[in-house]
């Protein structure tokens, strides 16, 4: 699938780190370093800008070592970037760690998904159909 980017950062275009990697990790675009106090979160730019087409979506995620090593996540997580979407690509990021955290120019801040996505058409009814599960919710099969 070829997606149109425009890169106003002063990094490579995202890639793919292994052949079957499902994500391509964004790269903060920075004049300075920020420095991410605990539980603070600042929008972290790109310097991306995509056209995705109809029926498609970009799902911006943690990084996992990220998140492990330094508590640092993605809020909101997954974002999704909509395929009219033409600002630039920024990712919100939380750090819910005990410690500062300093993001440097070309830092991987995030990964991002492409997928696939259907919209819906909504049938309003009076009843909907019976399940095993019904109406059991959160926990309702136990540990």
């Known amino acids: 699938?070829?997606?149109k980017i425009i890169n106003k950062s002063h990094h490579d275009l995202p890639q793919y780190a292994t052949p079957l990697s499902a994500g391509v990790d964004l790269r903060a675009n920075l004049e300075?370093?920020?420095?991410?106090e605990p539980m603070q979160r600042r929008l972290v730019p790109t310097g991306l800008f995509i056209a995705l087409p109809p029926g498609f979506e970009a799902q911006v995620r943690p990084r996992s070592g990220l998140a492990?090593?330094?508590?640092l996540t993605v809020?909101?997580?997954?974002g999704t970037i909509d395929a009219d979407y033409r600002g630039e690509v920024c990712v919100i990021l939380a750090n819910l760690s005990e410690e500062p955290f300093v993001?440097?120019?070309?830092?991987?801040?995030?990964q991002m998904v492409i997928?696939?996505?259907e919209q819906a058409e909504w049938e309003l009814v009076d009843q909907l159909d019976e399940t095993e599960r019904g109406a059991g919710g959160f926990g309702h099969t136990g540990r």
């Open 1 to 3: 699938m070829k997606i």
């Open 32 to 36: 300075s370093p920020i420095i991410l």
């Open 68 to 71: 492990l090593k330094h508590g």
């Open 75 to 78: 809020l909101n997580s997954p």
């Open 103 to 110: 993001i440097n120019d070309g830092e991987r801040i995030a």
């Open 115 to 117: 997928a696939r996505h």
